[in-house]
């Protein structure tokens, strides 16, 4: 039982902190108010309104009773009600009650009145309106066979003080509400601040403008938030910078070995080391690579048809074909993601003869799908090709596939960017990579 209602209340209170607050500052102001209203209305109103109806009844039971007994001075029983009360009676003779009442089924001054009336003279003796008239309450009353009409101020029929009442409830809590509104928004911004520079920083942005603010707690929690971007960072940065270092102290000897080699006599000797070297520097350059993935870049407003263009150029090849149609901008590090492109489509003339691109744009997000019809790879194989220095030695030789760093640096580079990657079988029986970024 706790249970549905538990998830009931999920879905129909609402996601967000600031709504969720708002309900619970503005529910029991409301719910105050609410109770106060009813109590005043059913305690205080309709009592008050009861009596003042009751008064009013038995006031015109007195009017007619005195002019059955009295019925010669009726100008001065006139004149002495209207100056004294302020009624204004009249007395015909000839007209009669109307069938319809002018009751409003819906008002309680009229249900007052009614239950009064009906219980002082009795049923179909009486007619009244409160509508027929702004100020004033017309009644008629008969008596043998005669109609007593009277017009009576309203204020002699109903409290005057409801609306005054309405007024005072409303307002203070309208005001106690927007008060809470404001408050609510200045507590919530920091928090918005902060889910922002997170979400940046995990895509990969370098959060170098962030300042804590607001509640003590929530100060809290944003600076230990900066302090870890900021270990994170040193940790990248001292890992890229080591990598850096290693590689290109490394290339200083491998230089010196060709010269060597190249003033060796036995040519067949030298050949096989040479291609040994060669191997080598291919492995420091994916290294460095890879680092490069990990040095900082701004993240700025990227034209994807703008960067296809570019990697078409810089391959000037004809088996590669880009299909992207309309100009799509997406924020994120332009050469990172150039990078990464580039090492899907090299895999995949490398492997296959023909790479076909194509880019559809959805309500959210980018696909971007990378085809070839190359070997592919097995499928039990998809998570392994991500991880860095993990090679298909059946089907790919060393001389192709490098270090296993390629694939590594894609995954890297697409989840820091808030997107993801995925492996298949392309329909030229190679492979397809599909990687899917918000924009």
């Not at 420091?284 to 490069?292: M, P, R, V």
Request: include cysteine.
């Amino acid at each position: 039982m706790f249970s549905g209602l538990n998830k009931f209340l999920k879905v129909i209170l609402p996601k967000r902190l600031f709504y969720r607050a708002l309900i619970i500052v503005a529910a029991p102001t409301i719910i105050l108010q609410l109770i106060i209203t009813i109590v005043f209305f059913d305690s205080i109103w309709i009592k008050a309104n009861k009596n003042i109806t009751r008064s009013l009844v038995a006031q015109l039971k007195t009017i007619e009773e005195v002019y059955k007994n009295d019925k010669k001075n009726l100008d001065f029983f006139t004149d002495s009600y209207k100056n004294t009360f302020n009624f204004e009676i009249g007395i015909n003779k000839k007209d009669t009650l109307l069938s319809s009442s002018g009751e409003r089924k819906f008002s309680p001054m009229d249900r007052s009145l009614r239950r009064e009336l009906k219980s002082t003279f009795g049923n179909n003796n009486y007619w009244f309106s409160t509508s027929k008239f702004k100020n004033a309450v017309e009644i008629k009353i008969k008596s043998e066979n005669e109609i007593l009409e009277f017009l009576v101020p309203k204020e002699m029929v109903s409290a005057s003080s409801i609306r005054l009442f309405v007024l005072w409830t409303t307002l203070p809590s309208l005001v106690l509400i927007i008060i809470a509104l404001i408050f609510l928004k200045n507590q919530t911004k920091p928090l918005v601040r902060l889910a922002k520079a997170a979400e940046r920083f995990g895509k990969g942005d370098y959060v170098n403008d962030f300042r804590p603010s607001g509640a003590q707690e929530i100060r809290k929690a944003a600076y230990e938030f900066d302090r870890m971007a900021k270990r994170i960072n040193r940790h990248l940065n001292q890992r890229s910078e080591m990598l850096s270092g290693i590689s290109h102290d490394l290339r200083t000897p491998l230089t010196r070995l060709k010269l060597q080699l190249a003033m060796i006599k036995q040519k067949d000797l030298s050949e096989k080391m040479t291609k040994d070297i060669d191997e080598m520097e291919k492995m420091l350059n994916d290294y460095l690579q890879f680092a490069k993935t990990q040095s900082q870049e701004s993240t700025s407003n990227v034209d994807l048809k703008n960067l296809f263009n570019q990697i078409r150029e810089s391959f000037n090849n004809e088996n590669l074909q880009i299909t992207c149609e309309d100009k799509i901008y997406l924020s994120g590090r332009p050469l990172a993601l150039k990078r990464s492109f580039e090492n899907i489509i090299h895999n995949g003339l490398v492997y296959g003869k023909n790479v076909y691109i194509n880019v559809q744009k959805g309500n959210n997000r980018l696909a971007i799908i990378f085809e070839d019809d190359g070997p592919g790879i097995p499928e039990e194989q998809f998570k392994n090709v991500f991880k860095p220095f993990f090679r298909l030695d059946k089907s790919r030789s060393l001389n192709k596939s490098g270090i296993g760093l390629g694939l590594a640096i894609v995954e890297d580079v697409i989840n820091s960017h808030g997107g993801n990657i995925q492996l298949g079988t392309s329909k030229f029986n190679g492979l397809m990579v599909k990687i899917s970024l918000p924009f």
